[in-house]
């Protein structure tokens, strides 16, 4: 079985595949077209060569691009109305337009959009760090062990990873039960079809594609889940202080998690050993949640993505 470094983002109505040196995104328009999109990706730093590091600047990166993929996807389908002529769709678009929009525009001019897509990563990690960090830390606090001893501290932070990766269940549970986000996790299925189906050295037809499974160790999902582990063992050798400590030193730590985690998910993705495939399983069993089988029209958007990284030129 080959292996390929080539990942994936599924988006509203299509995807994003991230090869070594591009990105492409395809989406289908509602009267059947599928569109592509490449683009080449930043030359990468130095940083990218250094353990732990690289995994904070790739864990960064890949926010951003994701963000922005999103957004175009977004505003694709918003736009995306073969009854609606040019005119009238950017009259409405407009007339839609937030007062925060317009002061965005207005301060930063032709850079707005990249303006949209930082402060929209802001938010996001601003409500990820108040549900998955502060929240369960909170929570935590209310149980009386003695913090004062080394076991007590241990008590503390395995109770609060457990309510941390309970409320990742419950979040992505609810997530699951929209329509639209239903649509997204069949995207997202289709994507890991198109890997798998790639590295069992197949030919990328939508037949051999839809024969293979929808989960794949590579899957942010899982990415998250060992995150969550990590930085329980992680804080357990920190101490349990109050809330607002509790929070800093989560905060600060924050990037050295994300570049450890970085390193194992790294090394368990490369193994076909039985132990990488057993430390695997628990993010595999998440991906549940996020993934769902697709369709067949799903599944040749997410082919016309993988090629569009895999060959050819790219802008």
Not at 264 to 274: A, D, G, P, Q, T
């Amino acid at each position: 079985m080959k292996k390929t470094s080539i990942g994936g983002s599924a988006l509203i109505e299509g995807l994003m595949m991230i090869g070594p040196e591009n990105a492409a995104i395809a989406i289908r328009k509602s009267t059947g077209e599928v569109i592509l999109e490449r683009k080449g990706l930043p030359i990468k730093s130095k940083l990218t060569k250094v353990p732990i590091l690289r995994g904070v600047v790739s864990f960064f990166s890949q926010m951003v691009l994701s963000t922005k993929a999103l957004m175009f996807s977004a505003e694709f389908i918003e736009d995306d109305d073969p009854n609606k002529d040019f005119e009238s769709s950017q009259s409405i678009k407009k007339s839609k337009e937030s007062l925060f929009e317009k002061l965005i525009n207005k301060l930063f001019g032709e850079s707005s959009k990249n303006a949209l897509v930082y402060f929209s990563l802001i938010m996001s990690l601003a409500f990820s760090i108040g549900l998955f960090i502060l929240l369960p830390n909170v929570l935590a606090g209310f149980l009386k062990f003695d913090k004062s001893t080394f076991l007590g501290v241990i008590y503390y932070n395995l109770f609060e990873g457990v309510i941390k990766i309970s409320i990742f269940l419950g979040y992505l549970f609810l997530a699951s039960q929209a329509k639209d986000i239903k649509r997204v996790w069949q995207y997202h299925g289709a994507e890991h079809k198109t890997i798998n189906c790639y590295e069992n050295g197949e030919e990328l037809t939508v037949e051999n594609v839809m024969k293979h499974s929808t989960k794949n160790p590579r899957c942010g999902t899982s990415y998250m889940f060992l995150v969550m582990i990590i930085s329980t063992l992680l804080f357990s050798f920190a101490g349990w202080y109050d809330i607002w400590i509790n929070v800093l030193i989560r905060l600060f730590c924050i990037p050295v998690v994300a570049g450890i985690t970085f390193e194992i998910f790294r090394f368990l993705s490369k193994s076909n050993s039985s132990i990488s495939k057993a430390l695997s399983m628990p993010g595999m069993l998440f991906q549940l949640l996020t993934t769902k089988e697709p369709d067949k029209d799903q599944v040749e958007v997410a082919i016309i993505a993988f090629n569009g990284v895999s060959t050819g030129e790219f802008a």
